[in-house]
Structure formats: structure tokens, C-alpha cells
């Protein structure tokens, strides 16, 4: 779990776990998070184990 920061992005979310800021749509997809540039700080992320 991971929970958001002001001015977090998914993008910068999905580099700090997986290396690859371009994993952005798995985090997307796995929270149900239709626009990536609308997330809430404070709001809590399931990061999956593994990448694609």
C-alpha cells in the first residue's frame, strides 16, 4: 500500500516501486483510478508485486 503525497503522480509512483515510471496504467488499473491526474493526497494505492 501506498498512500499519496501532495503532488504525487502515477507515473512517479510506479518508478519508486518498479523501476519504471511507464507502469503507470498497471497502478491505474489495479485502484480504479479513471484520471491519473485527479489522485487525491492521502488516498491509499494498492501497488502490485509485480510488474508487467
Do not use: K
Request: no cysteine; glycine share 8%.
Amino acid at each position: 500500500m501506498h498512500r499519496v503525497q501532495p503532488g504525487e503522480t502515477l507515473d512517479r509512483i510506479s518508478a519508486r516501486y518498479y523501476g519504471d515510471a511507464t507502469q503507470w496504467r498497471r497502478l491505474a488499473a489495479a485502484n480504479g483510478v479513471e484520471d491519473p491526474l485527479a489522485l487525491r493526497p492521502g488516498s491509499l494505492l494498492d501497488i502490485p508485486r509485480e510488474a508487467l
